[in-house]
Structure formats: structure tokens, C-alpha cells
């Protein structure tokens, strides 16, 4: 059953390609996004793919990387924004930006442009994802070098939730600045720089092996590097 239900949704999106006029692209394109990267990207692709190219629709997923890499590998999604750590870049993955991470806390908890090392990290209670979670494996090594381990007070896999504790329970979390860029600019949360060492990330785009990238799915991968690149960049996630 799930080789045949597989078989007919591809038809079905080569027919909804085939039934294209001229070089209007057209179909469905599944997008799994981190959260940490939804918004504002989201409203803004949508409006652009709306624009644009009206005759593709987009479906969000919103998960963490490692659970979008495997509906990427299962064939149920057809492309994915997510977070990768580490220098060296994945094959087949595209680089989008690269970003600090930062140490996130109650108002009036960090004043701007603090850092934090990782020792005075550990000194804090902190709500990060379950594991695995790519960002607690990135989270390891540094601590073993630096002699200290995290004190994990609870888990979550919603960014929602993870917000809400920091505020509500006074607790820490890691996370890029544009998962609460509309909270720091409201004076509603506050970030200090991860250093000794830095934890960068890189919000990498990759698109599914299963079958080959439709005309559609290349249409909304250059939107987001777009998006990403030449606008998030330069304004809402500085």
C-alpha cells in the first residue's frame, strides 16, 4: 500500500506539472522548516510564491532537524530548511547563512552585546530539545572540553514551550537570534553570544534524493534562498 499510495501521488504532481502553460511552474511542494527559522520566513515565502508562481501550493512541516531529515528520507517532504553544526558541510546540503548561537533568558537577564562562555553556561538551568537533537550533540564536545555538563532542568521539542519556561520559570535556552528576534525587540526576552567556544550554525536547504526536483520545488528553493540571502539577512535576522 505505501509503495502504490507513493506511486499515485507522483503522478498526480507530474500531472499537475504537465498541466503547466509556457514556463509557469505548478504542483505541490512540501517544506519542512526548523522552528527556529519559521518566521518570518513562512509569511514571506508564501506571499512571494502567491505572487508569482500562483499555480504551486505549499504545505509546512515545522519540526527539528533530525525528525524533517527523516520524512526528507522517507519521501514525504520535498525540501527542508534545517540546522546543521559542525564546519565541514554535508554533501548535497546548501548553505543559506551561517549564525551564532545565543545564550537566551528572561528580560533584564542579559544587557546587550554580554557574551557567555560555556562555563557560566553550565552554571545555569536549561531547557533544550530532546535528544537526539542536533544541537545537544553540539552541545557535547564542547562541554567535555571545557570540564562541565549542562544542567538540563527540562525538555522540549516546542520552541513555544522553551520560550514561555525562560520567561515563566526563569530558565535558559541556546537558540539563534531570529527564533526571538520579534521577543528581543520588544524588550521581551534577552540574549548574551555563546563564546569559548562559539557554537555557529548553519541553516542549510536540502532538497529530497528520492525523486528528481520538480519544477515547482526549484521554484520555491530560489525563493528561499532569496528570501534568506538578500532579505532576512539584512534586516530581520541581524
Given at each position: ?5 507513493a ?12 498541466a ?50 527523516e ?20 554533501r ?8 551564532d ?63 514561555d ?74
Amino acid at each position: 500500500a505505501p509503495r502504490l499510495e507513493a506511486a499515485l501521488e507522483e503522478m498526480q504532481r507530474a500531472t499537475m506539472e504537465a498541466a503547466a502553460t509556457g514556463d509557469q511552474a505548478s504542483g505541490i511542494v512540501r517544506l519542512g522548516v526548523v522552528p527556529s527559522a519559521a518566521r518570518p520566513l513562512v509569511g514571506m515565502l508564501h506571499q512571494r510564491i502567491a505572487a508569482r508562481h500562483p499555480r504551486i501550493r505549499l504545505q509546512f512541516v515545522e519540526g527539528f532537524s533530525n525528525p524533517l531529515e527523516e520524512q526528507m528520507a522517507a519521501g514525504q517532504i520535498d525540501l527542508a530548511v534545517i540546522n546543521r553544526f559542525g564546519r565541514v558541510p554535508r554533501r548535497g546540503d546548501e548553505t543559506l547563512c551561517v549564525i551564532d548561537s545565543m545564550v537566551i533568558g528572561a528580560p533584564g537577564e542579559f544587557r546587550p552585546g554580554q557574551e557567555i562562555s560555556f562555563r557560566q553556561l553550565a552554571e545555569r538551568p536549561l531547557v533544550l530539545a530532546a535528544r537526539p537533537n542536533a544541537l545537544r550533540v553540539a552541545l557535547d564536545l564542547p562541554s567535555k572540553r571545557a570540564g562541565v555538563q549542562l544542567r538540563v532542568a527540562v525538555e522540549s521539542d516546542s520552541l513555544l514551550i522553551m520560550k514561555d519556561l525562560v520567561v515563566q520559570a526563569g530558565l535558559c535556552t541556546v537558540l539563534p537570534r531570529q527564533a526571538v528576534h520579534e521577543e528581543l525587540a520588544l524588550g521581551l526576552l534577552s540574549a548574551a553570544r555563546l563564546v569559548r567556544p562559539t557554537v555557529p550554525r548553519t541553516l542549510s536547504l536540502i532538497a529530497s534524493g528520492r525523486r528528481p526536483g520538480s519544477a515547482a520545488t526549484r521554484a520555491v528553493a530560489r525563493e528561499i534562498r532569496e528570501i534568506v540571502q538578500h532579505t532576512l539577512m539584512h534586516t530581520a535576522w541581524r
